[in-house]
């Protein structure tokens, strides 16, 4: 017998109970009630009513809220996962309850009260249910949206493939990222073609992630938040539009400064990546040793290389773009400020990011470091820190000597990049789609396996790459993964908005000219100009949303 059937039946035995006590009789079972004390054990029970309630899904929890119920000392929330058979779960004074959210379900709410040492209730709400918007599951083949140079991708899917036996059908919507962009929303919303799931690049995805046309939440696969435990807090953030999670990644992307271990010692007397790390701890710091290294170096070594990579680090601090559905510029102004001083200083190099001389400013001691993310930090032939370390462009110069070179974290966690899976709004293939995403972007085996793929992919669960112990011959041999994992803790991304990079990328295309030209100072018409343009193009072509 149910839950709710044993206690229909418990209250049913009560009436007749005190009706057969002597003092009373009742008419018919819908007749009047002669009782005194039954009209009471009645009476209150009606009085209490039945509550109204509603259910949201948020950040992977379910919450209930109802009205309250005059009289009422409490009530009483049950859970079914079938319909069927109810179970208490919660017994509150509240008008709220909240949980994690189960992949399928519904909820019932009654109001209570105590009289005459009796347990009296009101009626059942209506049954509010959780996960009614599961996707279909109809074709069992899985189809993923990518373009061709993501050449990680395909040697993934083979993987996947593999280890699971799912067939996977790979469609290609352009050559690289940005043509991507466009084709995947006229491969979609023109129907020419199968869709389930969407790779996308962190930078562009909130097109995608704030349009219920394009992709449908991972509640839909009857995933939530909480399935993914080892994944790093911001990218979950990043990933998720109004307290849904609409898109997981498999590769983090957290950065850290990188600098001349030898030039710190010489100019100013640090000899760990520990000791540097307490000099930059604020970016207030970074300004005064800044200043402090062009003093101590007669302006020959300047703190940092480019002006960009700055932005990079700066832009992922934890101050909104966005406040109650409007544009607030306080980021954008903050680091224009902190430019005034680093310019007046002489602390910033201003070569151009991927030209040979932003290579060669690292390699000849120009400048002293860069902020670099995980995927330029190898030690491979051609990456980032390998072209710094050996100086691979350096016109022609001597390269026969590899500098020494040492990361620490900085004024506060970044990141640059990062891949993303979202789901299609035509997925059809639920399971498959779910298993991809537990495969990829959940579980530690197969993200262990799939991390030898592409050595700069800094897999997004904190279990594989704290265990993986990665060691860098061109970082002394030390444990870099220790620092990007102190990074990628230390990135908040709760005041974010979906289109955040969007935004970001506005603000630096309007500072650039007055940032890199030859002034060492900023005028104020240079500085009013550049927040007034970006306010107006933000306004005109980006959507801001409130919530």
Not at 271 to 286: A, R
Not at 326 to 340: A, N
Request: proline share 3%.
């Amino acid at each position: 017998m149910s839950s709710v059937k044993r206690l229909t039946a418990m209250f049913a035995a009560a009436v007749m109970a005190v009706s057969a006590c002597g003092t009373a009789s009742a008419e018919s079972a819908t007749g009047t009630v002669t009782s005194t004390v039954e009209q009471e054990y009645l009476a209150v029970n009606s009085a209490l009513g039945k509550p109204t309630v509603s259910l949201k899904t948020s950040n992977g929890k379910v919450v209930l809220t109802w009205n309250k119920q005059s009289g009422a000392d409490g009530y009483k929330v049950y859970f079914s996962a079938d319909g069927r058979s109810y179970k208490l779960v919660k017994t509150t004074a509240k008008l709220k309850y909240s949980a994690k959210a189960p992949a399928k379900g519904s909820y019932r709410v009654r109001a209570y009260t105590k009289q005459d040492g009796k347990t009296v209730y009101g009626s059942f709400s209506k049954a509010v249910s959780v996960g009614s918007g599961l996707l279909p599951n109809t074709d069992k083949t899985l189809t993923i949206l990518s373009w061709e140079q993501n050449s990680e991708i395909p040697e993934i899917v083979a993987a996947f493939e593999e280890d699971t036996g799912i067939n996977v059908e790979l469609v290609y919507c352009g050559d690289n990222t940005a043509n991507a962009r466009v084709g995947y929303k006229d491969y979609i919303t023109s129907g020419k073609g199968d869709a389930d799931l969407i790779i996308m690049e962190n930078g562009w995805m909130g097109d995608f992630i704030s349009n219920k046309k394009l992709t449908a939440p991972l509640s839909g696969l009857g995933l939530t938040r909480e399935d993914f435990p080892n994944a790093f807090e911001y990218t979950l953030d990043v990933g998720s539009f109004r307290g849904d999670l609409k898109a997981v990644s498999y590769n983090a992307c957290p950065g850290a400064f990188l600098y001349r271990a030898d030039l710190a010692e010489q100019y100013l007397g640090v000899d760990s990546p520990e000791e540097m790390g307490v000099l930059i701890s604020s970016w207030d710091d970074f300004a005064e040793t800044g200043k402090l290294l062009a003093e101590k170096s007669d302006n020959a070594v300047a703190i940092q290389s480019t002006y960009q990579g700055m932005w990079n680090a700066f832009r992922c601090n934890p101050t909104a773009w966005v406040k109650d559905g409007d544009l607030d510029d306080t980021k954008m102004r903050d680091f224009l400020d902190l430019m005034r001083v680093m310019k007046s200083d002489k602390s910033v190099r201003n070569t151009a990011m991927w030209d040979a001389p932003w290579f060669n400013s690292i390699y000849d001691g120009t400048a002293l470091g860069e902020f670099v993310p995980t995927w330029g930090l190898m030690d491979s032939e051609g990456s980032v820190l390998s072209y710094m370390a050996n100086g691979a462009f350096n016109d022609g110069k001597d390269a026969s000597e590899t500098r020494r070179l040492a990361i620490c974290e900085g004024p506060g966690g970044w990141y640059w990049g990062g891949t993303y899976i979202g789901v299609a709004k035509t997925c059809n293939s639920r399971s498959q789609a779910k298993r991809f995403l537990e495969y990829t972007c959940r579980n530690a085996k197969s993200m262990r396996k799939l991390s030898g793929i592409d050595s700069s992919m800094f897999m997004n669960n904190r279990k594989v790459v704290s265990a993986a112990k990665p060691q860098n011959s061109l970082l002394e041999n030390s444990n870099y993964y220790d620092v990007l994992i102190k990074s990628a803790e230390d990135i908040s991304y709760k005041n974010g908005n979906a289109n955040d990079d969007l935004i970001a990328d506005v603000a630096w295309e309007n500072m650039y000219e007055i940032l890199t030209d030859d002034e060492s100072t900023i005028d104020d018409w240079e500085y009013d100009d550049a927040l007034l343009y970006f306010s107006h193009f933000v306004g005109c072509s980006i959507p801001l949303w409130k919530g």
